[in-house]
Each structure stands twice: as C-alpha cells, then as structure tokens.
C-alpha cells in the first residue's frame, strides 16, 4: 500500500477521476464491498502468472512487438497486475497509478502511443474474465458479480490511464514549447547582439506603416539620436527632402520583390550633415511582425578616393596637355630668339638703348626656354632605369621650374645646397619626390613664408635632404597617417593624398628613408636619407702616404 504522500498534481487527478465515477453512475460496487473485492483480486494474482503467456503471444503479434523484448514485458505486466490487484482489494493503496503516473511520462510506456498500452490492457482483461466464467462456472451469480467488478475497475484504470497519457504529453508540449520560447528569446538576444554588432547603420521600418520602430548602435552614433527618438517616425525624415522620394521608392522595391539597394542616398544626421550610404534593403517575416530592415553603409570614404582619383585624373590630363603646348611653344621660341640674334648684329652696337632691349628680350626667352625645357623633362615618361644624379642641381632645375609658383604664393626660397656626391637613381622619380615636397610646403603656406632646401653628406654612402617650411604644421595625431595612400587634410580640389605616398613608396624603392618633425603653428621639416651607391666612385683619391 502506498504510504508516502501524494504529488499535489497527483492527488487532484485521482481525486477528479472518482468523482467522474461517482456522478455517471459508473462505480456500481462500492469500495465498501470487501469481500468481493478480495476474492478478485487473489484470484487475478493466482491466474495471472498463466494468462500472462497467452496474452503476450496475442499482443505481441498484434503490436510487433520484438520477441527480444517479452520477457522484460512479462515482467513489467506481472508487476503491474500485482499493484492492481491490491488496488482493487483495498482501493486506498493507490500505488498503481503512482507507478502509471510515472511511466506514462518517463518509463517504457511513454514511447510509445497510449492506444497501443491500451489495447493489451483490454486483451489481458478480456482473458481474466474468460478464467473467471470457467472457474465459477458452477456459481454462475458470483462469476457475474466478479466480472462486473473487474469490468468497473478495469473502467477506472482505463480513465485513469487516458488521462495520465494526455497530462504526460500536454507536459512535454509544455516544455517543448517553454525550450522553444527560451530557443527563441536566446536567438532573439543573439540576433540582437549581431545587429549592434554589425559595422553599419541598420534601420527596421515597419512593412505597413513605414514608420521606425528600432535601430541599431551604429545607426545613433552616426545619427545623434536615440532608439526612442525615432521609434514611430517617417524612415523618409533620415534622408534630405530632396532622396525622400527615392528612399520611398527602395521602401517599395522591397516590399514587392523582397529585396532592393541604392548608392544614391544620404542619412541626414541630428547635427544636419549628411552622410552618403549604400542602402540595402530586405523585406522580413518574423511572427505577426513584418518589416523591411535597412543596411545603410557609409561610402563617405569610397566617394572621397573617388573625388581624388578624378582629381588625380585632371591633374594628370593637365599635365600632359601643358607638356604638349610647351613642346609647341619651343620651334616659335627659337624662331624669335633668331630674329632678335639678327636684330643685334645688325643694330651692331649703334643704338645703346634698343641693344639693351634685344638683351632683356634675348635672357627672358633663355629663361622661357630653360622653364619649357623643365616642363619637359619632368613630364617625360620613364622606366625604372637608374643613372648618375647630381641631387642639388635636379634641386636647382625644380625651383627654377617653380619660381613663378613660389612668388605667387608669396613663398621666400633658401637653398643651402652642400657638397654631396652624385646617387645612383631614376631622375624622374627623385624629380617627382623634389616636386611633391616642395608644393605640399607652399600649400601649407597659404600666407606665405619661409621654404628652406639643405643638402648634406652625412656618410661615406649617404646624403640628407631636408625640406623645412614655416607652414601651419601637422597635428601629433595625424604624423602617423601621412604617408597612406589618398591620406589628404585639405580641402578638396587642393589635393589627392597621394603625394607623400608615392615619395615613401620611391624612397623604399631605393632603400632610402623619410621623417617628418612637424608643430602646428610652427612648420615642418622632412628628412630624407639616401644611399649614394656610387660615392665611392666619385670621391677624391685619398692623399698618399
């Protein structure tokens, strides 16, 4: 008899099923009838032990059952008798439907479907109560009596066992659905963390409304506003009036085909700026939430090396254009610079103040000419050859180059060119770092001031370069950044960022080196150590002795 208390679920179940018993009239024996019950229930633990061989080869062809398994099933269904028969003498021990309680939702039993448990529950108490007419076949009033019983027992135990089948599965659903909702919430917060994570502005617009409900991290740094700040406005009032109705159109696109993108939009900012994006657009079904979820990438970056690359592509153009009016320039050039060559062997002296003229006009056409020659040699495309180079004079032939470019910019000019050794290096290419230091330091005089060239031997094999101007200076924070490609602190059109790279990208070529020592307000020095491969060849012979 089961003495332990009952599982408040437990109690409430068996406490339910006796009164469906009792008001539908089904428990005909009261549990009152001792002596009937006692004689049924020693009969059923006498003759189970041989109705139990006939009911399992009926059930365990008709439920194809392995044969492999029958004798653990024999043993299970000899046990289960047991404790039903004692129910059934006393109907407080209720310790069968303890173990069917348990079973159903974790035993052997709760493998399988409840019609299958049932339908050898029938067989065996179809068999007992076939034992039950021939062994009282000669008290045919106690047979009946004792098939009534069993049939209302075997009644209760049926209610019972539904019901603990129904529970057992209502709570797996239960659980099953309380993992799924914790599945979820955590794929929820996972997809959440990846959105914040995500490296882009991301906006979640309602299908049907249009209207914000959520961003992202990313999306309130790069705006200024917060989650609540926009929860329930137009997506249309991020983008300037003029985009609003291509923002709406990439809505749409969405909606109708499931996904669209553009690279024409802004994102305009709390502080008013606008921020130029490639937005990527895609409808989502989640639950009864549909929204199209914006992917707003920043191109800031993408459209500045873009300006610079077709600033670098004008220049370039230009460039090649001056190259090709000098060239042009050169034959008339030569043809005046004859005629004034005859106009002073003619005048021959005799007039002293048109001879001065022919002079002026004679060293400023020299001086046009050497200019166009410049020109000329600084476009000249070249490879990678290397050749003897007199670094001070490609210095000299630079600034006599840029002269008009320097007064202009009200720049005052100091060479302090030392005695250096010629270097073994592509002329156009160290013309090209001469010419890139020297505009970057004019541009950082936009009021004018000092440009200072020094040349020094500072080796057996090395020389130094120093380009020092009086400039407004570059921030500590930004030294480390100056030689990256398309790197640029100016306004656009007044360069690419492009300069200093390809210099550091020279000097590496030829296993030279460039440092800068810059203070705003103050100016900037850049320092240039280049090997002189052939300085040995060129030095002085060693005094004898």
């Known amino acids: 008899m089961s003495r332990s208390p009952l599982e408040p679920a437990l109690a409430r179940h068996l406490e339910r099923i006796t009164g469906y018993l009792q008001e539908a009239g089904l428990r005909q024996i009261p549990p009152e009838r001792t002596d009937l019950r006692r004689t049924l229930a020693d009969f059923i633990e006498r003759r189970a032990p041989a109705v139990l061989e006939p009911w399992l080869r009926a059930i365990g062809a ?73 062994e009282f076949a000669h008290d045919p009033a106690q047979a009946d009596r004792l098939r009534q019983l069993l049939t209302q027992e075997f009644q209760e135990r049926v209610l019972h066992i539904t019901d603990f089948f129904v529970q057992a599965r209502e709570d797996e659903l239960r659980r099953q659905e309380a993992a799924y909702r914790e599945e979820l919430l955590e794929q929820e917060a996972s997809y959440r963390r990846a959105i914040d994570g995500a490296p882009a502005c991301i906006l979640f617009v309602d299908a049907a409304a249009g209207t914000l409900f959520d961003i992202n991290h990313v999306a309130e740094r790069m705006l200024g506003y917060g989650r609540e700040e926009l929860r329930g406005r137009p997506f249309q009032d991020l983008h300037p009036p003029g985009e609003r109705s291509r923002a709406s159109a990439l809505w749409r696109s969405a909606l109708e085909r499931g996904h669209a993108s553009r690279d024409d939009l802004h994102l305009l900012t709390r502080r008013g700026e606008l921020v130029p994006v ?18 707003c990438v920043d191109i800031s970056d993408r459209k500045r090396l873009e300006s610079q690359l077709i600033q670098s592509e004008k220049m370039a153009a230009i460039g090649q254009l001056a190259a090709g009016i000098a060239h042009e320039l050169r034959n008339p050039l030569a043809i005046v610079m004859n005629a004034l060559y005859d106009l002073h062997h003619i005048l021959d002296g005799r007039n002293a103040e048109v001879a001065e003229d022919l002079r002026i006009a004679e060293e400023e056409i020299g001086r046009a000419q050497a200019i166009i020659k410049n020109l000329l040699e600084f476009s000249r495309e070249s490879g990678a050859e290397l050749e003897r180079l007199d670094v001070n004079e490609l210095l000299t032939r630079t600034l006599q180059l840029m002269q008009k470019y320097l007064q202009d910019n009200g720049v005052r000019v100091t060479s302090e060119l030392g005695p250096i050794p010629p270097c073994l290096a592509n002329v156009n290419a160290m013309r090209q770092i001469a010419l890139n230091l020297i ?17 020094a031997a500072v ?8 380009v020092r101007d009086t400039g407004v200076g570059i921030p500590a924070e930004h030294l480390q950044d100056i030689f990256n490609p398309f790197y640029t602190t100016k306004a656009p059109g007044q360069g690419t960022g492009l300069g200093l790279s390809v210099v550091h990208s020279i000097l590496r070529r030829y296993q030279g080196e460039i440092r800068v020592a810059s203070a705003v307000g103050v100016g900037t020095t850049f320092t240039i150590d280049l090997p002189c491969q052939c300085h040995a060849e060129v030095l002085p012979d060693p005094p004898e002795g």
């Open 62 to 134: 008709a439920l194809s059952i392995p044969e492999a398994d029958w004798p653990r099933i024999r043993e299970d269904q000899a046990a289960a008798i047991g404790r039903w028969a004692r129910h059934i003498a006393d109907p407080a021990d209720v310790e069968t439907y303890v173990m069917l309680s348990r079973h159903t939702r974790q035993g052997f039993i709760s493998r399988f479907p409840a019609s299958r448990f049932l339908a050898a529950q029938i067989r065996f108490t179809q068999l007992l109560a076939e034992d039950i007419k021939r």
């Open 439 to 455: 505009t970057n330091a004019v541009q950082a005089m936009p009021e004018g001031g000092d440009l200072t060239l020094r040349t």
């Open 278 to 295: 490639f937005a990527n657009a895609g409808y989502i079904e989640y639950g009864p939430r549909r929204w199209v979820q914006l992917i």
């Open 459 to 466: 080796g057996a094999n090395l020389i130094r370069i120093e």
